[in-house]
């Protein structure tokens, strides 16, 4: 199994609302990443998870709150979420959180905040 | 610091014809190179890797790169195009992040390539 799984593929949420994102890996990676895509814009690293800590924030606003319950599970919960949050989410796992690892990615969550 | 600059936003070619999407970039350190395949509304998927072994890399649906350190570059390229692989052709570095051997990817502003029958 080679699939990193991401849920729910399209969400629209107040400003108000909270809502989670969920990532499923069962490939034994160590790390995991959330990115965020704009439209017609590379993805941008939000966060890394390496052997189920937190590694790097990439100085991401505290609206967002990533959570790794265990090796094969990465959520991304959101809070009072702005317009400009609106983008394509993908998240991503490597083997180990080395710099010559493959990042193999999710089909993404698409976000709309209105 | 570590960057990619892909020389085309766009490129368009007939099928059946060869595809080159341009890739160069810098890095401090001994970098680690890919090109990732995003069809519309999908996530990336892993077209090719280099490490440091074989400078031409053999990618999958008929894609390879070759590494030119000299040149800094990591060009694309498939000898026959097919409508199939109308799609954004991202350029990747990726290299320590700060002091650690923590994996950060730097992302080129991607190619969209249209391919015409």
């Known amino acids: 199994d080679t699939e990193v799984t991401q849920t729910p593929k399209h969400l629209v949420m107040g400003m108000t609302n909270k809502k989670s994102l969920k990532c499923e890996q069962h490939?034994?990676?160590?790390?995991m990443y959330w990115y965020k895509q704009k439209a017609k814009k590379p993805p941008e690293l939000m966060f890394v998870y390496s052997y189920e800590k937190l590694s790097i924030n990439e100085s991401v606003p505290s609206r967002f709150s990533p959570e790794c319950p265990n090796s094969s599970l990465l959520n991304l919960h959101l809070h009072a979420l702005q317009p400009e949050d609106s983008a394509l989410y993908l998240c991503?796992?490597?083997?180990?959180?080395?710099?010559?690892?493959?990042?193999?990615f999710g089909p993404g969550t698409r976000l709309l905040v209105l | 610091a570590q960057s990619v600059t892909q020389l085309d936003s766009h490129v368009s070619v007939s099928e059946g014809t060869p595809v080159l999407l341009r890739c160069n970039y810098s890095s401090s350190y001994s970098p680690s190179l890919f090109w990732y395949v995003q069809h519309p509304n999908k996530g990336l998927q892993l077209l090719l890797k280099y490490t440091s072994a074989a400078t031409l890399v053999k990618g999958i649906n008929g894609f390879e790169a070759e590494f030119k350190k000299s040149e800094t570059s990591f060009h694309l390229t498939k000898p026959s195009a097919h409508m199939s692989d109308a799609a954004e052709y991202f350029c990747?570095?990726?290299?320590?992040?700060?002091?650690?051997?923590?994996?950060?990817?730097?992302f080129g502003q991607g190619t969209i390539l249209t391919v015409h029958p």
């Open positions: 490939m034994g990676h160590r790390a």
């Open positions: 991503a796992s490597s083997p180990g959180d080395d710099r010559r690892e493959t990042q193999y």
């Open positions: 990747v570095v990726s290299a320590s992040f700060g002091g650690t051997s923590y994996g950060k990817l730097t």
